[in-house]
Every structure is written in C-alpha cells, then in structure tokens.
C-alpha cells in the first residue's frame, strides 16, 4: 500500500463547478499538507500549505484536513478553464524534509 | 518569490552519455532535491543535499549521482545513460527545518530523452 493515494483522474467538470480533489494517507506522523498545481510541460507550483487539522482558505480555493480519518482535500469555487491541470498533494512528518506526494489527479475544466 | 532554474528544458542525449543537468536557486536555501516524475508513478526522490557537499540518497539513487559544490548550485549526473532514465526531471529547494517547515519549491523541469 501506498503512504499516499491519490485518483489520478482525470476529472472533467464544466466551468463554474465546484472542484473536489482527495487524498488519503497512512502515516499518522504526516503533519503538514501541501497542494501543488502542475500545469502541462511546467513545473509543480505550491498552492496551499497546512499545519495539522482545519481548514485554510485563499481566493477561491480551500485545503481541508482531518487528521482523523487520514485525509485531506482541495476544494476549488467558480472553476475557471484556468484552473486545468494536474493536482498534486505532498506530505511532510514533523522534523522531516522528505516530502511524500500523491500521483496527481488531472483536472480539466470546460467552458 | 523563489526562483529555482534548470538549465535545459529539454535535452537529447545517446545511451552510455555521461549527463550533466543542472539547478541553480537564489532564495539561500540549505536544502535542495532532485525528482523524476513518470506517468503513473508521479514523483520519486533520487536525491537531496541539506548542505555543500553534502548528498543523501532519496528513493531511487541507481544510476545516479550529485554534486552540491555551491549552495545555490545542485547538480544531477547520469554516469551512463540508459534509455530507462527516459523522464522529466525537476529541481526544488527549501529552507532548513529549523527555520520553519517550509514547502519545496520547484523549477521547470528537463525533459531528457536517452535514445
């Protein structure tokens, strides 16, 4: 089994939708969550950073964690043909800087 | 904002090629890493340094090797090319743990084809 899973998608949604993307991990150490967008032949560009459980918001999107059920999530409002890409989440264990990453899920938003 | 560079975007090299790809960062940050990323197996960590001259094995070291010789400086070396190192490669950087645990930040990505 995986430290983290991810479904790689893809995940088509027409424009306007609300966006959920998941990811599930088993280490209970993992103690900070991040959300990395990719878009196509660039490289992964951090988008949301969180610390234990609760929910962080900027703009339009919203990281959620729930260190209880080992599961994270980014929520994305009012999805934009923009918003396109592949999304990444990544892990990190206290006192630790070797980040662990889900596989991507591959968003595509249509007009 | 942070800049990490590498200095091919894309790169054609023969099988047996000793390749050199390269990472510069300019935000001083003490730790620096390098993935490759393949469909279906996302990112793997080949190997990271969290000082000069310093190198520590990731998840998948064969056929590889650094070299950290100046902090803003990180480079990736394929002894001997093989088609099966065929991939995109990128590059981050992030400050050292004590100085709050701060994301990786990456660069662009090489894409290298081993013909």
């Known amino acids: 089994q995986k430290e983290v899973e991810q479904d790689p998608g893809p995940l088509s949604v027409p424009e306007g939708a609300i966006v959920s993307l998941n990811c599930t991990y088993s280490?209970?150490?993992?103690?900070?969550f991040m959300w990395y967008r990719q878009y196509s032949r660039k490289g992964p560009e951090l988008l949301m950073y969180t610390y234990s459980s609760g929910n962080k918001e900027d703009g339009r999107f919203t990281a959620q964690v729930d260190k209880s059920s080992k599961y994270i999530s980014l929520f994305i409002r009012d999805s934009q043909p923009s918003d396109s890409a592949t999304y990444l989440c990544?892990?990190?264990?206290?006192?630790?800087?070797?980040?662990?990453f889900g596989a991507g899920t591959r968003l595509a938003v249509h007009p | 904002d942070v800049k990490v560079t590498q200095s091919s975007r894309y790169l054609v090299k023969r099988t047996g090629e000793k390749v050199f790809l390269e990472c510069v960062q300019d935000?001083?940050?003490?730790?620096m890493f390098w993935y490759r990323q393949d469909p279906g197996l996302g990112l793997r960590l080949i190997y990271f340094?969290?000082?000069?001259?310093?190198?520590e094995k990731g998840d998948i070291p064969e056929g590889y090797s650094v070299s950290r010789e100046k902090k803003e400086r990180f480079s990736l070396i394929l002894e001997s090319a093989s088609t099966n190192q065929t991939s995109m490669y990128l590059c981050?950087?992030?400050?050292?743990?004590?100085?709050?645990?701060?994301?990786?930040?990456f660069g662009d990505g090489t894409r290298l084809s081993i013909l």
């Open positions: 340094s969290y000082d000069v001259k310093m190198k």
């Open positions: 990544a892990m990190l264990p206290g006192g630790y800087n070797k980040l662990i």
């Open positions: 280490n209970s150490a993992f103690q900070y």
């Open positions: 935000m001083d940050h003490e730790n």
């Open positions: 981050a950087s992030s400050p050292l743990m004590g100085q709050g645990n701060q994301p990786q930040h």
